[in-house]
């Protein structure tokens, strides 16, 4: 699976759209990106994924580049639960039947 | 509940003891997932099912690990003889779909066991 980087930390004001990056320049044509959140003391969490096209759901918003090698997550409108750790997974589903390479991922702390 | 189901939460053993962490997955789901989880880490993948089948265990450290799913519900991750670099958060995740299918069938988490070893 490709390799994915993703800054350490980010800061965002409740209410205000949190935009999370994503680079995945070495990603092959048959891979998705996948985002998964984990709050303190929980197991991940499902948020979106997708392959070339932009996603849209209840939780989050997924714009993928037209040459696919970054990506961002976008929470419209953070609250303090939104305050998590975020993980840009990029996998080929399929033949490694969901196998997920978590990295380091990107703490995401939402303030008053 | 409609959720993944871990026990214990937490889990002390003295080094050198046998340990069995079980996973109760989403009813109907086909693939039952393990990961380890360092502290401050992400999740590393440990081993995959699909129903009863063990078709992946490349991510289990050594040989005192090992996982059954018998009857292609319930999962145990046992941990023969723990040392201390075996205290970690151990995850269970399920998903509905079958491997071929599985890019649009998300990984459903349990809130892991927390093993300390000391």
């Known amino acids: 699976d490709a390799k994915t980087t993703q800054p350490p930390s980010m800061d965002c004001a409740e209410g205000r759209a949190a935009n999370l990056p994503c680079n995945h320049s070495?990603?092959?044509?048959?891979?998705?990106v996948y985002w998964y959140r984990q709050i303190h003391s929980q197991g991940p969490q499902y948020i979106i994924h997708?392959?070339?096209n932009n996603e849209t759901n209840e939780m989050a918003s997924l714009i993928i580049t037209e040459d696919r090698k970054s990506s961002t997550l976008i929470l419209p409108h953070a609250t303090l639960r939104d305050t998590a750790v975020y993980y840009c997974?990029?996998?080929?589903?399929?033949?490694?039947?969901?196998?997920?390479?978590f990295g380091q991922g990107t703490i995401l702390t939402v303030h008053p | 509940g409609a959720g993944v189901s871990q026990s214990p939460r937490y889990k002390v053993a003295k080094r050198g003891q046998d340990v069995a962490l079980r996973c109760d997955p989403i009813?109907?789901?086909?693939?039952l997932f393990w990961y380890q989880q360092a502290l401050g880490q992400g999740p590393e993948f440990l081993t995959y099912f699909q129903n009863e089948a063990q078709l992946d265990k490349s991510g289990l450290p050594s040989d005192r690990f090992f996982a059954e799913r018998p009857e292609g519900s319930v999962s145990t991750l046992k941990i023969q003889r723990t040392q201390q670099e075996d205290s970690a958060v151990y995850l269970c995740?399920?998903?509905?779909?079958?491997?071929?299918?599985?890019?649009?069938?998300?990984?459903?988490f349990g809130n892991g066991t927390r093993l300390t070893v000391t």
């Open positions: 997708g392959l070339k």
């Open positions: 997974i990029v996998s080929a589903g399929g033949t490694s039947y969901g196998k997920l390479t």
């Open positions: 009813s109907g789901h086909v693939s």
């Open positions: 070495t990603i092959s044509g048959n891979e998705y």
């Open positions: 995740a399920s998903s509905l779909a079958p491997g071929q299918s599985s890019y649009n069938s998300p990984l459903h």
